[in-house]
């Protein structure tokens, strides 16, 4: 979900998320801050953010949505010129960067209100895949079967997410050669039992 120059001028959600990414950046509001404070930053009404986004959570989930699109894209970008393992990298270092810390907390505190209700959180959590698509296909082009694929990019993107979690709960205790371990998980993996030796 890339915000065009076209959604910039489209439906009054569309104009308020770009109101909201601009104010605050690559960052997110932060949990305390009240749907009002969050209004008078962008100039707008908290009736008008309740109304289309519903509560803090819902504005989070749709700005954590649309940055993630964009980094996204960029993120393929590269990826059509690099390897499964250059991709893996590139993830590692976008997410890692210092100024991404409120995202990557934003990141797990609407995962963690999804978890309880997704219904309320339907855009957010359809984009939760969006990375294992994209490094599942960049397996398949180097010569993984499909299925092979996805679960080489499921456990992928779940060790990234494990690690960035445990970095947030105790920071300092993330291993430097995170990306490392992470792809030597693929190299290792068993080729599957068959029946018999089950």
Not at 67 to 74: G, I, K, L, M, T
Not at 128 to 144: F, K, N, P, Q
Not at 161 to 179: I, K, W
């Amino acid at each position: 979900m890339i915000l065009s120059t076209s959604q910039r001028n489209g439906s009054a959600r569309e104009r308020l998320l770009v109101r909201l990414l601009d104010a605050f950046g690559e960052a997110l509001p932060p949990p305390e801050m009240s749907l009002r404070e969050i209004a008078a930053r962008i100039e707008t009404s908290h009736a008008l953010l309740r109304y289309h986004f519903g509560s803090l959570p819902g504005v989070l989930a749709a700005m954590l949505t649309a940055q993630r699109s964009r980094d996204n894209e960029a993120l393929l970008e590269a990826a059509q010129q690099g390897t499964f393992d250059d991709f893996v990298g590139a993830i590692w270092r976008a997410y890692t960067r210092p100024e991404q810390l409120s995202r990557v907390r934003g990141f797990f505190y609407v995962a963690g209100l999804a978890a309880y209700g997704p219904e309320d959180f339907r855009e957010f959590v359809e984009s939760i895949d969006d990375l294992t698509v994209m490094l599942s296909s960049l397996a398949e082009r180097e010569g993984l079967e499909a299925k092979a694929a996805r679960e080489v990019a499921t456990v992928t993107v779940a060790a990234f997410r494990g690690l960035l979690l445990q970095e947030l709960l105790t920071p300092g205790t993330r291993s430097e050669d995170a990306v490392t371990l992470i792809l030597r998980m693929r190299e290792d993996r068993p080729a599957p039992r068959s029946r018999q030796e089950r």
